[in-house]
């Protein structure tokens, strides 16, 4: 589906604390997103299969996997939407993360963020009609 027909963009928000989850999804809900969470890679696995956001915002540091064990199993579970689905990963060490080549080519933001940063972030990849090879 090409980004300018997007009505209300689906975002899912992947973030082991629920206090980030609470605050995230609030903030988005109020800039007229659509908004599912979850906890774990294992239940974002099946939001993706059942409801197919545009955007992925997830938490780097999941429990005991990361940001890129999630974009991995994307990848292979779902191999036909990995090229619609924009990714941001939020982290408090961006070293990790380029340390990851499974990351390559992901946005990465580093907390603390402004709520500011992060809707201007997500304005731009939906305005974007270039999705990263993944």
């Given at each position: 589906?090409?980004?300018?027909?997007?009505?209300t963009?689906?975002?899912l928000?992947?973030?082991?604390?629920?206090?980030?989850?609470?605050?995230l999804?609030?903030?988005l809900?109020?800039?007229?997103?659509?908004?599912?969470?979850?906890s774990?890679?294992?239940?974002?696995?099946?939001?993706?299969?059942?409801?197919?956001?545009?955007?992925?915002?997830?938490?780097?540091?999941?429990?005991?996997?990361?940001?890129?064990?999630?974009?991995?199993?994307?990848?292979?579970?779902?191999?036909?939407?990995?090229?619609?689905?924009?990714?941001?990963?939020?982290?408090?060490?961006?070293?990790?993360?380029?340390?990851?080549?499974?990351?390559?080519?992901?946005?990465?933001?580093?907390?603390?963020?402004?709520?500011?940063?992060?809707?201007?972030?997500?304005?731009?990849?939906?305005?974007?009609?270039?999705?990263?090879?993944?």
């Amino acid at each position: 589906m090409p980004i300018q027909s997007i009505n209300t963009p689906r975002v899912l928000i992947i973030d082991d604390d629920p206090d980030i989850i609470y605050a995230l999804s609030c903030i988005l809900e109020k800039s007229s997103y659509e908004v599912r969470c979850a906890s774990s890679v294992d239940i974002a696995l099946g939001i993706i299969e059942a409801w197919q956001p545009h955007i992925v915002l997830s938490d780097y540091q999941l429990g005991n996997k990361t940001g890129g064990d999630l974009i991995e199993a994307i990848r292979q579970q779902f191999p036909e939407q990995i090229s619609t689905i924009k990714f941001v990963l939020l982290t408090g060490n961006a070293i990790t993360t380029k340390e990851d080549p499974r990351c390559n080519g992901i946005l990465v933001l580093e907390k603390p963020i402004r709520f500011s940063v992060l809707i201007e972030a997500l304005l731009f990849l939906l305005s974007s009609e270039e999705t990263p090879a993944y």
